[in-house]
């Protein structure tokens, strides 16, 4: 399982954060707070849920759990001033935040290329496939609006001059994780984080063609 968020990846099966490029390998309860906050952001998860929940029948200290929480934090680029992912509630326990961009498999791509902005491929009608088939039992290829979107925070270049390397990175991610929530808000597919921008897609299909009893539809 793959969960997406900000320019995150969380790789459920290799224990890995993948970020902009690197490779994150996380130690056990690293990955076990992470996962269970990630899985129950619903809600605000205390610290007495977590330590039961990651280290059962054992005793664990606020100061070794605080050290794991902070570990959470490097591995996905958040701190405790940022809070862009984990959400500290003084007295209650912690919260993930971070809206996901694509939770689950990724979308086919047979559909829409991922790495072009055009809307739809051409439409190409297979000679052979006409002549097999009665044209009732052909299926046939439709179009699919899709209106494509590239955003950019202004003046990155002086701003990014401006701040040291760690804050100029947590503001970009906490500029990604505000538009994804937006763009969540109109189903719309985030293809690409450009740096201090996005590059958003609407209307990207997420249907297959499904077959009606009897013959074969059109998708």
């Known amino acids: 399982m793959r969960y997406v968020f900000g320019d995150c990846t969380l790789d459920t099966e290799s224990y890995v954060v993948q970020r ?23 809600r605000v998860i205390s610290k007495q849920e977590l330590q039961e929940q990651v280290w059962p029948d054992q005793f664990i200290s606020d100061a070794a759990l605080e050290g794991v929480v902070k570990a959470v934090r490097q591995a996905v680029g958040d701190s405790r001033r940022t809070q862009w992912c984990l959400q500290t509630r003084r007295g209650q326990g912690y919260r993930f ?22 809307p739809v491929p051409p439409e190409v009608h297979s000679q052979a496939l006409a002549v097999a088939a009665p044209a009732p039992d052909v299926l046939t290829p439709s179009r699919r609006q899709l209106t494509v ?4 925070l202004v003046g990155t270049t002086a ?11 947590a503001v970009v991610l906490a500029y990604h994780a505000a538009c994804t929530e937006v763009i969540q808000r109109f189903d719309g597919y985030i293809a690409h984080y450009l740096g201090g921008g996005l590059l ?8 297959r063609k499904t077959r009606p009893s009897g013959r074969y539809g059109a998708g």
């Open 97 to 118: 935040v971070a809206p996901l961009v694509e939770p689950g498999e990724a979308p086919q791509p047979a559909e829409v290329p991922a790495a072009s902005p055009a």
């Open 20 to 42: 902009t490029g690197l490779t994150l390998p996380l130690r056990l309860k690293v990955f076990q707070v992470l996962h269970y906050l990630l899985c129950h952001r619903d």
């Open 149 to 152: 979107l590239s955003c950019d």
């Open 159 to 169: 701003l990014a001059g401006q701040l040291d390397p760690e804050d100029w990175h």
């Open 200 to 207: 958003v897609y609407f209307g990207y299909p997420t249907r």
